[in-house]
């Protein structure tokens, strides 16, 4: 059974960072891209960060280049992503998402992020 448990969420002050962390089980995790996304209350779920299997090739959204990285560790089976400089307009769940050439994807449940004075 596949499982991807997203943690490191929380409430943080504007220009404040924090850092997000998927486990990923009940798959070859070198074999996924892996993916964050965030929907925020109103909107639809979109894109943040993605790395390949090897961990080799990134690419993010215009919103977030230069102040997020998305990175995994192969041997842990885990994806971060580090979040600098956080926004109000940051807030959102955030969600991660694990997604094979083949068509094959899954999700964690999601972790809140809510930048906030």
């Known amino acids: 059974q596949v499982q991807l448990v997203e943690s490191g969420g929380g409430l943080v002050q504007p220009g404040g960072s924090l850092r997000l962390s998927c486990a990923a089980s009940?798959?070859?995790?070198?074999?996924?891209?892996m993916s964050w996304y965030r929907q925020a209350p109103g909107k639809e779920r979109e894109l943040v960060a993605t790395?390949?299997?090897?961990?080799?090739?990134?690419s993010y959204a215009d919103s977030v280049k230069g102040r997020f990285t998305i990175s995994r560790d192969i041997a842990k089976n885990i994806v971060y992503l580090q979040m600098n400089s956080l926004r109000p307009e940051d807030t959102a769940v955030y969600y991660c998402?694990?997604?094979?050439?083949?068509?094959?994807?899954?999700w964690g449940q999601g972790t809140q992020v809510t930048v906030s004075s």
């Open positions: 790395i390949n299997g090897d961990g080799g090739t990134t």
């Open positions: 998402n694990a997604a094979r050439w083949t068509g094959r994807y899954y």
């Open positions: 009940g798959l070859t995790f070198s074999r996924y891209a």
